[in-house]
Nanobody
Framework: QVQLVESGGGLAQPGGSLSLSCVAS????????IAWFRQAPGKQREGASC???????SYADSVKGRFTISRDNAKNTVYLQMNNLEPEDTAVYYC?????????????WGQGTQVTVSS
């Protein structure tokens, strides 16, 4: 069964840190681009960061310099280290795995983990 499971969300104070994990099962993450999306209440889902199979990373301007994405293919896991958190980072964070194959694409989503930044 193909599955992505996020964990590590919770409550943090402004300026604090949280580390999210996304564990894949039922498929090999090695060949997938992995992205973290987030959706704040009343807002559209937006991309925060992504990492390619070769390890190239990209960040939204709003998180650049504060968030770090990484992957451990041996553990079939992707991480998002979030530092210097701001109240605007409050959202449900989703892990997405995307792969282009000759006859189409494969696209998987996790169930999301809540991140709340508040004093």
């Amino acid at each position: 069964q193909v599955q992505l499971v996020e964990s590590g969300g919770g409550l943090a104070q402004p300026g604090g840190s949280l580390s999210l994990s996304c564990v894949a099962s039922g498929f090999n993450l090695d060949y997938y681009t992995i992205a973290w999306f987030r959706q704040a209440p009343g807002k559209q889902r937006e991309g925060a960061s992504c990492i390619s199979p070769s390890g190239e990373t990209s960040y939204a301007d709003s998180v650049k310099g504060r968030f770090t994405i990484s992957r451990d293919n041996a553990k079939n896991t992707v991480y998002l280290q979030m530092n210097n958190l701001e109240p605007e980072d409050t959202a449900v964070y989703y892990c997405n795995a995307y792969c282009v194959i000759p006859w189409g694409t494969k696209n998987y989503w996790g169930q999301g983990t809540q991140v709340t930044v508040s004093s």
